[in-house]
């Protein structure tokens, strides 16, 4: 099929949903007591176009016999091929909500420890904004020691003595920028592509795209821990203007990985099975009269549910894991934790699952109380998931899963070389303002480059002054990574194709091996 | 039996040292009339002395059978510990009899005789040099080489690797396992396990076997509490070996590919103390540098050549039977198949399908699948396989043998199978094999040398990776 047929099946779909939207309203009012004058130009109109769009369904079935390129409309998440050679099948997104300091972790700037304590130049401040950075801030220095690492001689900071065994393992990105000063538009930015709501994420892009191998289990995953939601809330995994069926789904690391999995007293699975039976009759038969392709998303979400009573709960349940392997990633088991998250992540890419995101919640240092302070609560951050993230890439490298599953980590945005002073007066504790210019990610497997640093960030690492990156090229190079060309990976909506990367986009090619 | 005794010794040993010094310290101690009470307890420390400084020589004796230690500095300490005890009884005898010069006098040789055996024991254990200042620290291995192309192979480096690394438990002094790294003759001749180089023959060359051990094994050399070679230097001995173990050419007369080319700069580098460079963290070395594993992707492991599509009847049928079939790409015919949902007990007439996709089909996976003899015979026969996954199946030693038609492959995922050494030996050479997982399969710490042999060109990972708990992974900081 070409591009072009493509974009004309597109077209004639959202013609048929708009006509839809109008049937349906047509048939609220054929149904309700004053509707009986539009009855009979409702079945007028229905019937001459419906006629029409029978007869396009029709044509589309034909182009699609080859059980190759086949799209069920019933089964929207069935596996398709890449467009182009992929170089990866699964994503981990493993997402630091709040922004981790890329100035204590890995972007190492001894420059920045002589000016520390000093008041910040004029220069920094001309025509910036902060998000509570107010008048002149006093600079502060790196609140973390640092060493060069493996034999790519990366920088990595004694904060993560076990990741810091990694760095000829990843590719990092130095100089990623973002437009977006506060967390949640930033998040969007970065997961959805645009800083306001609307947007379908990146893991809905990939699974609308690629659908997933294993149909017993969610294409997209969404997993938090840090006691709290990301800001930006469940719209940075939402399915926006896609059909909703590629929504990431939530799952808990605690008790059922979903709830009300188990079936409850009393109730057979041969009973189960009926059940759901009859609400997809009811449902295909709603389908018959109405059209809306959501309820075809609610037919195939209801069969998933069946299905995943029986895998999930085996898939998503930790503890038959091996000793060794749950005190490689230092999990809590029965208490819900990133590392508990990034164990079951690899079980699900080890199963099939096409994007893993984990949401990290409680990094924002701002050092307004001891909390979030760089050198106290935000120490405990550090602790808490080093040791997770480096077992997670091991155990992907010794199971073979590494060479097909690209591993993300980063966060929103970076942290000022400034110490915070909240409206003016200085934080009790040490700590650094939400920062848009520069910060770090770190990429790994999935066809990345091992032990390669690309861009680079000022003497005190205030901007990029090479290499810059922003969340458009993010997104380009993830979704070049597992065979898309971004530029062209569209969908028709309110009139115009619409892509994860807007009008933006480059694919870093130099990380990509 | 005796064996098990003598490891008592080094134990038992300190006791004697520690009674009889006190038996001593106190008879001294108590001439003074203020402290003469220790005097009384003299006795009772003396008896547990004796009978302690008997038994550290009964193990003794039973230890010096088990070990090659030197026969010269073996047999003074023997003798000197078999006199410190009849010492102990020539004080018990005159302390009882209250011989005042005696006693000082034997006291005096007994303090002598505790010291200089104790120290002799020392020396064997630890080496010689033990006891000297500036040990506890890593000696340089090299001294620095100007240039690397005009230096002696033996002499400026393969020795001083030796001295530095070796020659402690391998040299004059102390001969483990009866071998010694000091001399080219004895270099050559070897030790109690065969030769330890025989020249252009690395497989039976136990000096480079031991060093390729992984550090864990028991066999492996140095041992894990000791100093360790750096990976160029383990590089340069087995080119040496490969080169033929010259004793007297310089490096540029001695064959040298491009990668030892780079090995032998690396070596340059490390001796003019470039390699700790990165400690002091002034300038960032280049990135993606040597050392550094390289990446194979997916892509790379689809073939160039166009393929005919596969007949769609079988592709159907597969699906029907839960198996993902998919092509590689939406412009390629090369097709990739998973059996995810398939299963675990896989029928032979699903398997029999895929012969039918054989020029289309280059990934296969299965993870988790029981199969039959049949299966793996038909497995075997699709010889267009870049990457085959047939993680945590019953695939054994014997039906493995079905796969060494496999020439087209790129990647193998034996993960958790319950393949062994002598199953893999089995598969014979597969030319285009760049990766190889081997993760809780049949393997041991002692097959790595095999498995290396066998696989030179490929990235093995046997995985079984731990990671330390750090103080700091469990405490909160408040």
Redesign the interface.
């Known amino acids: 099929m070409t591009r072009d047929e493509l974009h004309a099946k597109r077209l004639a779909k959202e013609a048929e949903t708009a006509y839809l939207q109008v049937h349906t309203r047509r048939h609220f009012l054929k149904e309700s007591a004053m509707g009986l004058g539009a009855l009979a130009m409702g079945t007028l109109l229905g019937s001459c176009g419906q006629s029409a769009i029978d007869k396009m369904a029709r044509e589309a079935a034909n182009s699609a016999k080859?059980?190759?390129?086949e799209f069920d409309p019933a089964r929207p998440l069935l596996?398709?091929?890449?467009?182009?050679?992929?170089?990866?099948?699964s994503v981990i997104y493993l997402h630091m909500a709040g922004a981790p300091s890329q100035l204590e972790l890995f972007d190492?700037k001894p420059e920045l420890m002589k000016m520390d304590g000093q008041d910040c130049p004029p220069s920094l401040l001309a025509g910036k904004q902060f998000a509570f950075i107010t008048g002149v801030p006093k600079m502060l220095g790196p609140q973390a020691s640092?060493?060069?690492r493996?034999?790519?001689?990366?920088?990595i900071s004694d904060h993560l003595?076990?990741f810091a065994g990694m760095a000829?393992e990843v590719s990092f990105l130095k100089a990623v920028t973002t437009d977006q000063f506060n967390h949640a538009p930033a998040q969007l930015l970065l997961h959805t592509g645009s800083a306001r709501l609307g947007r379908p994420s990146m893991g809905s892009w990939v699974t609308y795209g690629l659908g997933t191998?294993?149909?017993?289990l969610p294409g997209f995953v969404v997993l938090t821990s840090g006691g709290s939601f990301p800001d930006a809330g469940k719209s940075v995994w939402g399915s926006g203007f896609l059909p909703s069926v590629y929504q990431g789904v939530q799952c808990r690391s605690e008790g059922d990985p979903v709830l009300f999995i188990k079936d409850p007293h009393g109730m057979s699975r041969d009973l189960r099975k009926a059940s759901i039976d009859a609400i997809n009759q009811a449902n295909a038969a709603s389908y018959e009269e109405y059209k809306d392709p959501e309820t075809l998303s609610r037919i195939s979400q209801y069969e998933m549910a069946y299905r995943m009573q029986i895998t999930a709960p085996d898939v998503m349940n930790i503890n038959d894991e091996p000793a060794?392997i749950h005190?490689?990633y230092?999990t809590k088991p029965g208490k819900s934790c990133f590392a508990n998250n990034a164990l079951l992540a690899r079980k699900l890419v080890?199963?099939?699952v096409r994007y893993v995101q984990l949401f990290d919640w409680g990094w924002d240092a701002h050092g307004d109380h001891?909390g979030n302070s760089l050198n106290?609560?935000i120490?405990?951050k550090y602790?808490s998931v080093?040791?997770a993230m480096?077992?997670l890439l091991?155990?992907l490298?010794?199971?073979?899963l590494l060479?097909?599953t690209l591993v993300v980590w980063g966060g929103e945005f970076g942290r000022t070389p400034m110490m915070e002073n909240r409206n003016g007066v200085q934080n009790p504790f040490k700590g650094r303002d939400h920062h848009t210019d520069a910060f770090t990610i770190w990429m790994a497997g999935g066809?990345?480059?091992?032990?390669?640093?690309y861009g680079e960030t000022d003497e005190i690492g205030y901007s990029p002054i090479s290499g810059k990156v922003e969340a458009f090229d993010i997104q380009a190079t993830i979704l070049h990574q597992l065979?898309f060309n971004h530029e062209a990976f569209t969908y028709p909506f309110q009139g115009r194709p619409f892509r994860l990367t807007d009008v933006g986009g480059r694919v870093i090619e130099e990380i990509i091996? | 039996m005796l064996d098990f005794f003598g490891r008592f010794h080094p134990v038992l040993v300190h006791l004697p040292i520690g009674f009889l010094i006190l038996a001593i310290l106190f008879q001294w101690l108590g001439k003074r009339t203020t402290w003469s009470y220790l005097r009384l307890s003299v006795p009772v420390i003396l008896i547990l002395g004796m009978l302690s400084a008997l038994f550290a020589c009964i193990t003794g004796l039973a230890l010096s059978g088990t070990a090659d230690y030197p026969e010269s500095l073996l047999g003074w300490h023997q003798w000197m510990g078999i006199g410190t005890t009849l010492l102990s009884l020539g004080m018990f005898w005159a302390v009882q009899r209250k011989k005042e010069t005696a006693t000082n006098l034997i006291t005096a040789l007994l303090l002598a005789a505790i010291t200089v055996t104790g120290h002799m024991g020392g020396s064997l254990t630890h080496g010689e040099d033990y006891l000297s200042f500036g040990s506890g620290q890593v000696k340089p291995t090299l001294s620095p080489i100007a240039d690397i192309q005009s230096a002696h192979v033996y002499t400026d480096l393969v020795q001083p690797i030796f001295e530095a690394r070796c020659v402690s438990c391998h040299g004059a002094s102390k001969q483990k396992g009866k071998l010694r790294l000091d001399e080219p003759s004895f270099i050559l001749k070897g030790g109690e396990d065969g030769l330890a180089v025989k020249a252009k023959d690395l497989e039976n060359s136990e000096l480079i076997k031991r060093l390729l051990l992984p550090s864990d094994a028991k066999k492996h050399m140095p041992p894990i509490s000791q100093a360790q070679l750096t990976g160029t230097e383990i590089q340069f001995l087995q080119w040496w070996v490969q080169a033929g173990a010259d004793f007297s050419q310089k490096i540029n007369a001695l064959p040298q590919t491009e990668q030892d080319k780079q090995m032998l700069q690396e070596l340059q580098l490390a001796s003019q103390g470039a390699g700790t460079d990165?400690?002091k963290?002034t300038s960032?070395?280049k990135?993606?540098?040597?050392?550094?594993?390289?990446?194979?992707?997916?892509?790379a492991s689809?073939p160039e050549k166009p393929v005919q599509p596969?007949d769609?009847a079988i592709?159907?049928r597969l699906?029907e039977q839960g198996v993902?079939?998919?092509?590689?790409?939406?412009?390629?015919a090369y097709l990739?198949v998973?059996f995810?949902?398939a299963g675990k007990e896989i029928p032979d007439t699903t398997i029999a399908l895929l012969e039918q996709l054989k020029p289309q089909l280059i990934w296969l996976k299965m993870?988790e699948v029981q199969l039959s003899a049949a299966s793996y015979a038909v497995i075997g026969k699709l010889s267009n396989l870049t990457r085959l996954?047939l993680?945590n199946s019953n695939l054994s030693d014997e039906w493995i043998v079905n796969l060494q038609n496999l020439k087209a492959l790129h990647?193998l995922?034996l993960?958790g199978s319950q393949v062994t050494i002598d199953g893999l030996q089995k598969l014979g050479k597969l030319p285009e094999l760049r990766?190889l997982?081997l993760?809780k399969a049949g393997f041991s710490a002692a097959d790595w040398t095999r498995l290396q042999q066998a696989f030179p060109a490929v990235q093995i990972?046997?995985?079984?990776?731990?990671?330390p708990?750090?103080p700091?992974?469990t405490?909160?900081?408040?």
């Open positions: 080859d059980p190759l390129q596996a398709k091929a890449p467009p182009f050679a992929a170089r990866a099948k190492f640092f060493q060069q493996g034999q790519s001689g990366a920088w003595p076990h000829d191998e294993n149909q017993n060794y005190e490689m230092g080890e199963k099939g001891a106290l609560g120490i405990n602790r080093d040791k480096t077992a091991l155990d490298k010794q199971r073979g060479d097909e066809g990345i480059k091992k032990g390669f640093s065979g091996a | 990165s400690a963290g960032v070395k990135s993606g540098g040597a050392g550094i594993a390289p990446v194979f992707t997916l892509a689809i596969a769609a592709v159907h699906k993902v079939v998919l092509p590689v790409n939406r412009s390629s990739s998973n995810v949902t993870d996954q993680s990647w995922n993960v990766q997982f993760y990972d046997t995985g079984n990776y731990r990671l708990l750090l700091g992974d405490s909160l900081v408040k």
